[in-house]
């Protein structure tokens, strides 16, 4: 069983387009990352959310934790190909030892 | 940040052998990981390598399969031992320089046959 479900597993979409990716649990998260991997490499921290309701924003990606701190988004506006690859969501369990947990991960494609 | 680097970043090994995994980080951090990914998958925890102490591993997860070395702040070896076919994954460091930021090494990708 997930600790972290991701949806969805699996996106394709047209260059310019605006997309949204899920991480929801039932566990309340000490904080909150977001990881993209391209193949062949390992992951690459996006962004880290340790506040409910924050939201921060690195150029088109918007990261949003929830209030309760159990779910969390990320937005992009108009992707390019450049923004293909595995999406990783991942949290520290607050009441778990702090242990870190991952996602499935969503994979992206977006075409040219 | 950390910089992270593994050697060898990819391997094709015989059924029965032993492999080890060296992973260096350009700082001293606090704590160093060791995860698994199958191809397309999400990482799995093998177990957190410990300075100067053994590593603590995770459910499903052995030290007579998986030993682990961190002889100081910066590197920690993981050994796959007795591979077999079943073994064939990425194996990824990752280290932490704080509670809330984790960093990943490219990865190593290991076949055995």
């Known amino acids: 069983t997930q600790l972290l479900e991701q949806s969805p597993q699996f996106l394709s979409i047209q260059e310019g387009e605006n997309l949204t990716v899920y991480c929801n649990s039932s566990?309340?998260?000490?904080?909150l990352q977001w990881y993209r991997q391209e193949p062949g490499e390992g992951p690459v921290l996006l962004v880290t959310v340790v506040t409910g309701g924050e939201v921060k924003k690195l150029k088109r990606l918007t990261f949003q934790f929830g209030d309760a701190r159990k779910d969390s988004s990320l937005h992009i506006t108009a992707a390019q190909p450049g923004d293909t690859g595995l999406y990783l969501c991942?949290?520290?369990?607050?009441?778990?030892?702090?242990?870190?947990?991952f996602g499935a991960g969503t994979r992206l494609t977006v075409k040219p | 940040s950390a910089v992270i680097s593994q050697k060898p970043s990819r391997d094709i090994c015989q059924r029965g052998t032993s492999l080890t995994i060296q992973c260096q980080v350009d700082s001293q951090v606090t704590m160093m990981f060791w995860y698994r990914q199958q191809p397309g998958q999400s990482l799995t925890l093998i177990a957190t390598a410990n300075q100067g102490s053994e590593a603590t591993y995770e459910s499903g997860f052995v030290i007579d399969k998986f030993p682990i070395s961190r002889p100081n702040l910066t590197f920690s070896t993981l050994t796959v031992s007795n591979m077999s076919p079943e073994d064939s994954s990425i194996y990824l460091c990752?280290?932490?320089?704080?509670?809330?930021?984790?960093?990943f090494g490219p990865g190593t990708r290991l076949t055995v046959l």
């Open positions: 991942a949290g520290r369990d607050a009441y778990n030892n702090n242990d870190m947990r």
């Open positions: 990752s280290a932490s320089l704080d509670t809330d930021t984790q960093y």
């Open positions: 566990s309340v998260f000490s904080s």
